[in-house]
């Protein structure tokens, strides 16, 4: 079951909402833990057993923690715990990935054990990881009941693909929730701007990728058309994911952390892994960068450091080699920025700063959406016209034309502009009376042009659901 579906719109979440608004408060973790399994178990099957494991593990790995604390025991109890996480990750998601590479080594034939990959297990993993170094760090106490504990890690809006919600996050709404009007409204409101950029945006610049790829047409104008277009489907994907997820939240009462802010407008790549999917960033961060010393050591350490941790973030994305590859990019032009590019960035008009990220950004998600580092290579070859036939043909002229509007539109919601727009436009005592008319009629006319799309289209899973 996925979001942008009829069957979570129209039947899943209308019923879950009002079971868990009717039952009384002592019940509420209840229905929204069952509503979580169910909705895990229609897509996922008997794998929502490693949710339930995770769950139970983490409790009493965080009880026993707490109860130890102060002693060296606690500190091999939290390992106990991290170790049983990452190798249910490492089982899952990087098995074959090793043993493929053993055999490309060693010339050896192991077999491949096709192990298929649960959704959301990397988010989920990173998620219980938090919250039992949280306790051992003293951050959160030990949550003593196993419903509220297994509700935080099931809890279905935030799942399968983020924002990463820590149990610090949440910790106080888990025992302790409201649930206003103005909280279901902004969390409708935010679902359904969620499920737009998703709906009419993502999938129709996937379309165009699509296109792309089985297209025999190899021309420089086509390979930036893909380009592009995957950069911004990726965006108006997973923030699109992250709004409805956060929408979600709200309607149940919780404040999920935002994942991102308009990343596409920023100056340095810096200030775009700043603003780009935001919880994991902070989550690297907390529990790898700055346990290792981050800035705070010497520079050889640092660059030790910093590359580690992209090594890290690309390996987290996937099982291949161009995640990785993608990953070791965002590194070296993060050192190559701090260490001699950031003095220049200071002083370098804005728009130079932007097309500078954007081309570096650009780039990497071609890396990204490769199947594997050789298509990697060849994709982005194609955009400096190496294996191009010529710089444009009949097929890129005419897809650049049909998807000219759509683009323009997806280039400008990538930025503040049209928000910023409307904040001025409804910052006076007419524009707020205005408002209170127009923004219904928007979200229902968004609404009735997602379910059109939805309903017309084929299944088109978001992209995160891959990692």
């Known amino acids: ?5 009829i069957t979570f719109i129209y039947y899943f979440l209308p019923i879950a909402l ?3 608004y009717i039952v009384p408060k002592n019940f509420k973790n209840v229905v929204l833990l069952l509503a979580s399994l169910i909705f895990y178990l229609s897509g996922e099957g008997w794998y929502v057993s490693l949710l339930l494991f995770s769950s139970v593990s983490d409790y009493l790995h965080s009880l026993a923690i707490e109860k130890c604390r102060g002693r060296k025991k606690a500190k091999y109890i939290l390992i106990s715990s991290i170790v049983i996480n990452i190798a249910l990750l490492g089982y899952f998601k990087y098995t074959d990935f090793f043993i493929s590479n053993i055999n490309a080594v060693l010339n050896t034939n192991i077999p491949l054990l096709h ?3 649960p959704v959301g297990i990397s988010f989920f993993t990173f998620q219980t990881m938090s919250y039992t170094i949280d306790v051992y760090r003293g951050r959160v ?3 003593k009941s196993l419903t509220s504990l297994a509700t935080f890690v099931c809890l279905f809006p935030q799942l399968v693909a983020g ?4 149990y610090s996050d949440i910790d106080a709404q888990l025992e302790n929730r409201t649930n206003t009007i103005s909280q279901i409204s902004y969390g409708i409101e935010r679902f359904v701007i969620g499920l737009g950029k998703k709906v009419i945006i993502a999938n ?12 025999n047409e190899q021309t420089i104008l086509f390979a930036w058309l893909y380009a592009i277009g995957f950069t911004l489907q990726i965006y108006f994907d997973f923030s699109g994911y992250s709004d409805m997820a956060i929408g979600l939240g709200s309607m149940f009462g919780f404040d999920f952390p935002e994942n991102f802010n308009y990343p596409y407008i920023s100056k340095s790549i810096t200030e775009f892994w700043r603003r780009w999917h935001m919880t994991l960033s902070s989550w690297f961060k907390d529990y790898v960068y700055i346990p290792m010393g981050g800035n705070r050591v010497s520079t050889p350490r640092w660059i030790l450091n910093l590359v580690t941790v992209w090594f890290l973030t690309g390996f987290w994305h996937g099982a291949q080699w161009n995640f990785i590859l993608w990953g070791m990019l965002f590194g070296t032009v993060l050192v190559f920025e701090k260490l001699i590019l950031a003095k220049y960035l200071e002083i370098t008009p804005k728009i130079i700063n932007h097309i500078y990220v954007l081309f570096i950004v650009i780039i990497s998600f071609v890396i990204f959406n490769a199947v594997n580092i050789t298509q ?3 994709d982005v070859g194609m955009l400096f016209g190496i294996g191009t036939t010529s710089f444009a043909g009949t097929e890129s002229i005419y ?3 049909s998807y000219a509007v759509l683009l323009i539109i997806a280039m400008i919601g990538s930025t503040p502009t049209a928000k910023n727009i409307c904040n001025k436009m409804f910052s006076t005592n007419t524009g707020k009376k205005v408002e209170i008319v127009l923004k219904p009629l928007w979200i229902i006319f968004i609404m009735v042009i997602c379910t059109a799309y939805i309903v017309d289209g084929s299944f088109n899973p978001f992209l995160y659901f891959r990692f």
């Open 115 to 117: 192990v298929k990959l």
């Open 163 to 166: 924002p990463i919600v820590r």
């Open 399 to 401: 897809y650049l034309k």
């Open 1 to 5: 079951m996925i979001f942008s579906s």
């Open 18 to 20: 009002l079971v868990y």
């Open 141 to 143: 106490k030990a949550q």
């Open 376 to 378: 990697a290579f060849k």
């Open 204 to 215: 129709n610049m996937g379309e165009l990728c699509k296109l792309f790829l089985e297209s």
